[in-house]
């Protein structure tokens, strides 16, 4: 079965600078996807960026990326520039690349809080 | 383009009653999925479908059964509610023609069991 871990259950960064979120994952698969989706006070999960394994290129959406280590099965999550917005929690998640059902395995999250 | 909702947001239960939580979406989404999210958790998987008609176990299916009787809609069913039930339960869908893989998640419902 797979597994997902987030070291860090809170982090705290200030307005306008880096963050990084950790996350490692345990598989066997060779194909799969990787996820980290947010979750504000509202409550909304909301998919931040995406990742496919057989794709060396760390993906990135304006101000997020990602640190892809395949062979470390780490997928790290760069946030730039940080915003009072992107106060959430954040959760890495996998996805075996396989027709039937495509679950998601989430991590249990970090809670990171941007200061003013 | 509503993407997927869920009915109600919040309910109280004794224990012992049973309710049905609604999850619809608007995508024509073959995918559905059920997850509850408890403290300091992530979300962990209920039971899904495929299609409609088709329903599968997940990660956490005990105390749950669930119903896809037309495509747009996903019941969740508590036949006798536990206080280890209370949670708040996510539903979500997905089309995964084209290799998107992306699931859209509805806003959530809070139900909690005394």
């Known amino acids: 079965a797979q597994t997902v871990t987030q070291s860090q259950p809170e982090m705290s960064v200030q307005e306008a600078e880096t963050v990084t979120l950790s996350c490692t994952y345990d598989?066997?698969?060779?194909?799969?996807?990787l996820f980290w989706y947010k979750q504000p006070p509202s409550r909304q999960m909301i998919l931040v960026i995406r990742?496919?394994?057989?794709?060396?290129q760390n993906a990135t959406e304006n101000r997020f990326s990602v640190n892809f280590q395949k062979a470390a099965k780490s997928f790290s999550l760069k946030i730039s520039d940080s915003q009072l917005g992107d106060t959430a929690m954040y959760f890495c998640?996998?996805?075996?690349?396989?027709?039937?059902?495509?679950?998601?395995?989430f991590g249990k999250g970090t809670k990171l809080t941007v200061n003013p | 383009n509503a993407g997927v909702t869920q009915t109600p947001k919040f309910r109280v239960l004794k224990t012992g009653q049973s309710m049905t939580l609604l999850c619809a979406q608007d995508?024509?989404?073959?995918?559905m999925y059920w997850y509850r999210q408890d403290p300091g958790m992530g979300l962990r998987l209920i039971h899904y479908s495929v299609g409609e008609g088709t329903t599968a176990k997940g990660e956490v299916p005990d105390g749950y059964n669930v119903s896809r009787l037309k495509k747009q809609n996903f019941l969740l069913g508590l036949e006798s509610a536990a206080p280890s039930q209370t949670s708040v339960y996510f539903c979500a869908s997905s089309e995964t023609q084209g290799g998107i893989y992306e699931q859209y998640f509805g806003p959530g419902t809070r139900l909690t069991v005394t």
């Open positions: 598989t066997s698969e060779n194909n799969y996807y």
């Open positions: 995508m024509n989404h073959e995918y």
């Open positions: 990742q496919e394994a057989y794709k060396q």
């Open positions: 998640a996998f996805m075996k690349r396989r027709g039937g059902s495509e679950k998601l395995v």
